[in-house]
């Protein structure tokens, strides 16, 4: 998503320098006075020691996210949240560390982060309300139309937080560079349409059928270095998914998933897997022991204590998964795709805050262990929904080049499925991991996985769009 990282890298900035400027405020606060430059260094060393720790949270939080921070109860609610979970980490690594660093500053501790997280919190009203919707803000235009264009076009319009404005194509024919029947460039950065868009959004295909007045408009653009994208690169880095009519053409497959091979980064995430399942099935050990014998005590030690079920994984392969048991024997004899309602009456009381506190998924990293799963990755299906999607939902088989993850772009950006045009729209998001898939998108995954564990299903039903 490089349209939009800049955006965040300058948010993450700010926040580097309200960092700072939080401990002097502390400083001084604790004081009642201006510091010594030498003492403000000393606490400016022990302190920078956390400030990636405080990021991490920053971004577990959706500190980050454009799109969530614009409406002020949800950056009100993030900053609560992030304020409890820093002071919470930071006070038990400072005082794990507290001999290494050589301060145990009690009070300049609870001050920091609480100017912090009120600096943090004006910074990104400022930053939304007035620096990329007015300062920072990137003229776009479109060559080229159709309904997903136009759809791109009334979000941005309706979302000046982003950081677009959405302005129309000039007509090249009134330029003065046309000489005997041809047009000719000047040559020269910031010409005539350089002052007047930043971005180019490009249909190719819609954009052919007028060739005379695409080669126009692109090579004017190059010459005068304004940035071109096309509509579907765009869509993508704006929503995080494939678009919805693209994603079942074979040429657009052809070029963006089927080519994609890279042993490397199968191999270290595989190591990644291992070395991570290995560790979660030890800590979790006492949990997973305390669950067994709540679920034996409360349904009776004849009932299972773990579900199995055949699900389909890495190029169709089927394999077991491993979960808690939440529902009441036999509740899958309700079929696959079964709509469920809120109160689903085939989930145990003890099953409903199991799921609630994703409790039930922990045997998953066994699944992870013996290599049917990963971490990061498609959700694994039943076979017998899979039987009905892939006849039904174009390439859908696609999404099982990769193997299955407990979490995933889809499980983070969009609710549980139970109907087959959910499963389509999930199946957007999943291909857009299979086409993007790096070591850097999977950690920002399993961070964002944090956020997502108290976040409802029926809450996710109500984004319209993922974040930015």
Do not use: C
Not at 17 to 32: C, S
Not at 144 to 166: C, M, Q, Y
Not at 407 to 428: C, D, M, P, R, Y
Not at 452 to 461: E, L, N, S, Y
């Amino acid at each position: 998503m490089l349209l939009f990282r800049w955006r965040r890298f300058f948010l993450f900035l700010g926040d580097a320098a309200l960092f700072y400027l939080a401990l002097a405020l502390a400083l001084m606060a604790r004081r009642f006075s201006l510091v010594p430059l030498d003492f403000f260094l000393q606490h400016v060393k022990v302190f920078s020691v956390f400030l990636p720790v405080w990021t991490g949270i920053f971004y577990v939080v959706g500190f980050y996210d454009l799109r969530r921070i614009n409406k002020l109860v949800n950056l009100i609610n993030a900053s609560l949240i992030s304020f409890v979970l820093n002071l919470a980490a930071a006070s038990a690594l400072f005082y794990a560390f507290y001999l290494q660093l050589g301060l145990t500053p009690k009070t300049h501790l609870l001050l920091t982060i609480v100017f912090l997280h009120i600096l943090a919190t004006l910074w990104r009203r400022i930053w939304t309300r007035a620096v990329l919707s007015k300062l920072l803000v990137q003229k776009v235009a479109f060559l080229g139309g159709n309904p997903l264009v136009e759809e791109i076009k009334k979000d941005l319009r309706g979302s000046p937080h982003l950081g677009f404005s959405v302005v129309e194509l000039p007509d090249p024919g009134k330029g003065e560079a046309r000489v005997e029947g041809y047009w000719r460039p000047d040559g020269r950065r910031g010409g005539e349409l350089a002052a007047k868009i930043d971005l180019l959004v490009v249909d190719a295909d819609d954009a052919e059928k007028n060739p005379a007045l695409e080669s126009l408009l692109l090579s004017t653009a190059v010459m005068e270095e304004i940035a071109i994208i096309t509509h579907l690169d765009f869509y993508e880095d704006l929503y995080g998914k494939i678009p919805p009519e693209y994603a079942a053409r074979s040429s657009w497959l052809l070029s963006n998933v089927l080519h994609k091979s890279n042993q490397l980064y199968a191999g270290l995430k595989r190591l990644l897997d291992i070395a991570a399942a290995a560790a979660g099935l030890v800590v979790t050990l006492p949990v997973i022991l305390a669950v067994y014998s709540v679920i034996k005590l409360a349904d009776g030690f004849s009932a299972p204590a773990f579900f199995f079920q055949k699900r389909v994984g890495h190029l169709g392969r089927r394999f077991i998964i491993w979960k808690f048991r939440t529902m009441v024997a036999g509740a899958d004899k309700a079929g696959p795709l079964f709509k469920a309602g809120a109160e689903d009456p085939r989930i145990t009381k003890l099953g409903r805050f199991l799921r609630g506190a994703r409790l039930d998924e922990i045997p998953q990293l066994w699944n992870v262990f013996t290599g049917d799963m990963s971490l990061v990755g498609p959700r694994p299906e039943w076979t017998r929904e899979v039987e009905i999607l892939e006849r039904n939902v174009p390439h859908y088989h696609l999404r099982h080049l990769i193997k299955p993850g407990v979490t995933g772009w889809a499980q983070i950006n969009f609710h549980a499925t139970s109907s087959e045009a959910e499963s389509v729209e999930k199946l957007h998001y999943d291909l857009y991991y299979v086409k993007n898939m790096s070591l850097a998108l999977d950690l920002g995954i399993i961070l964002r996985t944090f956020r997502r564990v108290f976040q409802k299903d029926a809450a996710m039903a109500k984004k319209a769009s993922p974040s930015v």
